[in-house]
């Protein structure tokens, strides 16, 4: 449950920021605890059925499901 929620907060700020930075992270101070914020997140560590390479694309649809 935490991954999918975890999932959701990095795929809601890429899409409020794809096209420009909100304004209201360009406040001096503000960026700074989202970054931080995504940085955390990403030095979690995977599950051990999402640690390992994988080229076949059928496995990375079932990957995608499972976030």
Known sequence: M???LMHMICKVFY????????PALS?????????????EILDQPLDDHLSSF??????????DKSI
Do not use: T
């Open 54 to 63: 994988v080229e076949d694309m059928d496995e990375i649809a079932v990957r």
């Open 15 to 22: 899409v409020a920021n794809q096209l420009y930075l909100l």
């Open 2 to 4: 935490a991954l999918k």
């Open 27 to 39: 406040v001096p101070g503000q960026l700074h605890p989202w970054m931080h914020f995504f940085k």
